[in-house]
């Protein structure tokens, strides 16, 4: 896969909250809102970086009607960023703290239902369930947003 380029934007696209996307028309590009912080912004690359990839690959996930699997790759992509490198506790802290932002938002919106299912399943991983042990709070606040999927 050929390096992506990053571009970076001040307007929201979606008035939903966009913090990057990755636009098929365009391969070879991720956009990423403008003023983000380091690891957020290293949350967000590795999201829409992994959009890119399994376009660019033609995995199985994309092109599907549902695109339920191309988010769960995204996601576990941000997980990966997120376990390869050694980050003090509290950026964990703030990781989870916008997993848990991410899934009240995504539930109280039907328009983001599959990228709700897509998180929520990465939430039951063991790999999830291992980098969480040391926030037990956290980590039970996100079982109780997920358990909520089946609702």
Not at 13 to 26: A, H, L, Q, T
Not at 59 to 81: I, P, R, T
Not at 103 to 129: D, G, S
Request: with cysteine; aromatic share 14%.
């Amino acid at each position: 896969m050929k390096p992506l380029k990053i571009i970076e934007f001040s307007y929201d696209p979606n008035p939903s909250g966009v913090m990057g996307f990755y636009d098929e028309d365009v391969p070879g590009y991720v956009y990423v809102r403008k003023n983000l912080g380091g690891y957020e912004r290293g949350l967000i690359v590795a999201h829409e970086s992994q959009h890119a990839k399994c376009h660019e690959t033609k995995c199985k996930c994309w092109g599907k009607s549902s695109n339920l699997l191309s988010e769960y790759h995204a996601f576990c992509a941000e997980l990966d960023y997120m376990c390869s490198h050694r980050f003090a506790k509290l950026i964990w802290t703030c990781y989870f703290r916008t997993i848990i932002e991410a899934l009240k938002r995504y539930r109280a919106n039907r328009i983001w239902k599959t990228h709700f299912m897509a998180l929520a399943r990465v939430c039951r991983t063991k790999r999830f369930e291992k980098c969480a042990y040391s926030h037990k709070r956290q980590h039970n606040i996100i079982m109780k947003l997920v358990s909520e999927e089946k609702r």
